[in-house]
């Protein structure tokens, strides 16, 4: 196989490296270099697993060095960002400022049992790591970038963000079922799929009223993945 089995390796470890720009670009105040990073890591770390499917490059090392870069990219690096932006919101280091990074355990723990769990191979149980990252991330960056909204209002306060990583924190271990983004088109779309189809024409028309309404970008991201979040809630309470 020659150097192509380290590719897959070489895209997570690519992962990683962004994740760990993206803590240090968040302690300098930098959320505008930080989200980006993380976005980044999630196409890495999407590249990663499609290139070890098509190339057969699976090994024990690539799936260790895979959980430990999600870990840092969608884990530590979101919870710093939540961190710090309570730091820049509220101006006081409390205790209250040090809960977002609770995240970061629980993220280890979702990463932890997603690679034990064979149930999870179509679909997640629980929130998948880059959409809890990805949400809080553009959350921070929206914020960042409309200081006067009822959102950094929100954010400002001693209650919002700590109530939203404990209640994201939870959702990464909880049993709630959450579709992936993993089409298959052979013999036409079942429920999940018209789910994940409904969820891209979602993004789509965000993407155009972000447009229509000149809103910064990171509003596409945000209110996607707080959506996902909603309707995969919604499915599960009635059993959709």
């Not at 930080?34 to 070890?52: Q, T």
């Not at 919101?89 to 932890?112: H, K, N, Q």
């Not at 991330?137 to 950094?152: I, R």
């Not at 965000?206 to 229509?212: D, F, K, S, T």
Request: glycine share 6%; proline share 5%; hydrophobic share 55%.
């Amino acid at each position: 196989m020659g150097i192509r089995k380290y590719i897959p390796d070489t895209l997570t470890s690519l992962n990683l490296a962004c994740g760990v720009l993206g803590v240090v670009f968040t302690f300098k105040g930098r959320v505008d270099i930080a989200f980006p990073l993380m976005l980044a890591a999630a196409v890495f770390d999407f590249c990663d697993g499609f290139s070890a499917r098509l190339l057969g490059a699976y090994s024990e090392l690539g799936k260790e060095l895979d959980s430990l870069s999600d870990l840092v990219s969608f884990g530590v690096l979101p919870a710093v960002m939540l961190h710090k932006m309570m730091l820049n919101c509220t101006f006081t280091d409390s205790f209250w400022c040090y809960i977002p990074l609770v995240m970061a355990v629980f993220a280890g723990l979702r990463l932890a049992k997603f690679n034990v769990d064979e149930r999870q191979h179509e679909n997640f149980l629980g929130l998948p790591t880059p959409a809890c990252a990805i949400l809080c991330g553009s959350l921070c960056l929206y914020v960042a970038n409309y200081p006067a909204t009822f959102l950094s209002d929100w954010c400002a306060g001693p209650v919002f963000i700590p109530v939203l990583s404990i209640v994201l924190s939870a959702l990464l271990v909880c049993e709630i079922p959450m579709f992936s983004m993993k089409f298959k088109f052979k013999g036409g779309l079942d429920v999940t799929g018209w789910k994940r189809l409904i969820f891209v024409a979602l993004i789509a028309v965000l993407a155009v009223l972000a447009l229509v309404l000149h809103l910064h970008w990171s509003f596409v991201p945000m209110t996607a993945f707080a959506l996902y979040i909603v309707k995969n809630v919604i499915y599960w309470a009635f059993k959709i």
